[in-house]
């Protein structure tokens, strides 16, 4: 089992920043994808950006240039720097942890951090 904690979501006015961290512990496994989706009331829960362990990284077409991902695998934590917010951006971030332990594919995710932009 792998546990995920996120932190540093909260309240920032449009054109803000904020910093998402993302603390994976438990039975942690290499080769494994780390990455964070956001969900809006209403809507599906969407990939906002991914960063494999070799630290390729993909991002939601709407946050390019403006979010930034990162990983530290030392410390099994990963973050997402988060500038020039949009109220578009609201919603609830979670943290997500993914690979194949061997031949088995295994699916984590953490409890959500709430981002409110403002305008």
């Known amino acids: 089992q792998v546990q995920l904690v996120e932190s540093g979501g909260g309240l920032v006015q449009a054109g803000g920043s904020l910093r998402l961290s993302c603390a994976a512990s438990?039975?942690?496994?290499?080769?494994?994808?780390m990455g964070w989706y956001r969900q809006a009331p209403g809507k599906q829960r969407d990939l906002v950006a991914a960063?494999?362990?070799?630290?390729?990284?993909n991002y939601l077409d709407s946050v390019k240039g403006r979010f930034t991902i990162s990983r530290d695998n030392a410390k099994n934590m990963v973050y997402l720097q988060m500038n020039s917010l949009k109220p578009e951006d609201t919603a609830v971030y979670y943290c997500?942890?993914?690979?194949?332990?061997?031949?088995?594919?295994?699916?984590?995710w953490g409890k959500g951090t709430l981002v409110t932009v403002s305008s």
């Open positions: 960063i494999f362990t070799g630290g390729t990284t």
């Open positions: 438990g039975s942690i496994f290499s080769g494994n994808t």
């Open positions: 997500n942890f993914r690979g194949y332990r061997v031949t088995v594919f295994e699916n984590y």
